[in-house]
């Protein structure tokens, strides 16, 4: 007979025959940073996780860094917002400022920036409204101006997320353009419409005013479209592909990972960490076990990059082990 669990008889046997294992290299740490002085709120769906200014920032930085998280990626929380989120190319903006400081003050740590709107416009859309709807070319001129801020400040890398048909040549058309040429970008290439970004968006205070995102952002019913949204990413010039959210897509990071020859990210996003963190809280579940279960399904899918609000507790664990 064949007997599979000759190979599951001690942990040891268990170690040499595990296919997948996580790392702390595969993670990358989201920050929320905010305009002013003295801020530290902590978001309430998402314990654990603060919105800090610059002044308050360092201890978590110094978090980061002596876990050997290799990289954050940054959202700006600025203290004004107008119709077309003018402030995300002010290159004195908070997005702008965050980068200097990291740059200035841990150099060694990668940082890479949301380029975004939807933090920065009065109706929380990720772009420009023309006929109550995001306007694509309209906003794609905005992003090239976003893009090219972030870079001037010293990011390391940039990261759209709002699903702009266009937005990965324009960026890479401009970074070029402006001396930038190695400058690398991530795509949010198979962004989802999802209900998971609740707690986010109460995090940055970007809900649309009117509306949702479903003309942007992709119909969760559909899977051979992530191939095709991928597929322009890849051809314009994405040199990362990401999945977002993760949990509810592993069957898209699996197609990526068979079908492109580039490293492949997801975003483990905010509701998927608040499902977990509550239901911890109320005994109903191991928090560690299913953090750490549900963070290597990710892997075992096929991300090469993990982006997570776990990134930290996740870290403390394989550093331990
Ligand atoms: C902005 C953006 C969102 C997230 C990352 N960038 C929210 C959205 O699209 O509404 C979600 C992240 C999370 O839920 O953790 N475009």
Redesign the pocket.
């Known amino acids: 007979m064949f007997r599979t669990r000759r190979l599951r008889k001690t942990e040891n046997i268990r170690r040499l025959v595990r296919e997948n294992k996580l790392s702390v290299d595969d993670f990358i740490y989201?920050l929320f940073i905010e305009e002013g002085t003295g801020i530290e709120t902590e978001i309430p769906s998402m314990p654990g996780i603060n919105r800090y200014s610059l002044d308050t920032i360092s201890k978590e930085l110094d978090e980061v860094v002596a876990l050997k998280i290799p990289a954050v990626l940054l959202?700006g929380i600025p203290s004004k917002k107008d119709d077309e989120g003018t402030e995300t190319w002010n290159d004195n903006g908070i997005m702008q400022q965050a980068i200097r400081f990291i740059k200035k003050n841990y150099p060694s740590l990668y940082v890479i920036t949301?380029v975004?709107f939807?933090e920065y416009t009065s109706h929380g859309h990720?772009g420009v409204i023309h006929d109550n709807d995001v306007d694509n070319d309209a906003t794609l001129v905005n992003l090239a101006k976003q893009t090219v801020s972030h870079a001037k400040a010293g990011a390391d890398m940039v990261a759209p997320?709002?699903m702009m048909d266009g937005a990965i040549a324009m960026m890479r058309e401009s970074l070029d353009n402006t001396g930038f040429a190695n400058l690398p970008i991530m795509g949010?290439s198979v962004?989802y419409a999802s209900g998971?970004?609740g707690?986010?968006?109460e995090a940055v205070d970007?809900a649309p005013s009117f509306g949702d995102?479903r003309t942007y952002?992709m119909d969760p019913s559909n899977r051979d479209e992530g191939l095709r949204e991928a597929t322009f990413d890849d051809e314009e010039g994405a040199d990362i592909l990401m999945v977002?959210p993760a949990l509810s897509y592993l069957d898209i990071i699996r197609d990526l990972k068979n079908n492109f020859d580039r490293p492949i990210a997801c975003?483990n996003?905010?509701?998927e960490y608040s499902m977990i963190k509550a239901a911890a809280e109320k005994g109903w579940i191991d928090g560690e076990k299913v953090m750490m279960e549900s963070l290597l399904s990710m892997k075992r899918a096929g991300a090469d990059i993990i982006i997570t609000?776990f990134a930290k507790e996740a870290a403390r664990l394989l550093l331990k082990s």
């Open positions: 989201p959202f949301d975004c939807c990720c997320s709002g949010y962004k998971f970004y707690p986010f968006r970007s995102r952002q977002k975003y996003v905010s509701g609000y």
